[in-house]
């Protein structure tokens, strides 16, 4: 079974930036479809940003963070990051990776822990 594991999260002052590392075992990172989502205290979970498995299409984003922050994928170290750079207020939150065997950004099945997001100032 694939487990993931967050990393990165903090707290960081408005305009800040952080990088989020999502590591999976034992399985290969790039045979899953690897999304980034957050939940705010009171609010639903929404995605922030997709980058689907080999074959499958393009990455893509949220519009609120669009511009901002950046998804990556080190095969080497079986880790999806998630650079997030001018960071605002609305983006506290705690934020979770999972993955998906399919070639598009849906129906996942794995998820991490998440790890919290906090910025203010």
């Known amino acids: 079974q694939l487990q993931l594991v967050e990393s990165g999260g903090g707290l960081v002052q408005p305009g800040g930036s952080l990088r989020l590392s999502c590591v999976a075992s034992?399985?290969?990172?790039?045979?899953?479809?690897i999304g980034w989502f957050r939940q705010a205290p009171g609010k639903e979970r929404e995605g922030v940003s997709c980058m689907p498995r080999r074959g499958g299409g393009s990455t893509n984003y949220a519009d609120s963070v669009k511009g901002r922050f950046t998804i990556s994928r080190d095969n080497a170290k079986n880790t999806v990051y998630l650079q997030m750079n001018s960071l605002k207020p609305e983006d506290t939150g705690v934020y979770y990776c999972a993955a998906s065997s399919s070639y598009s950004c849906s129906g996942y099945t794995y998820w991490g822990q998440g790890t919290q997001v906090t910025v203010s100032s």
């Open positions: 034992p399985f290969t990172v790039d045979y899953y479809t």
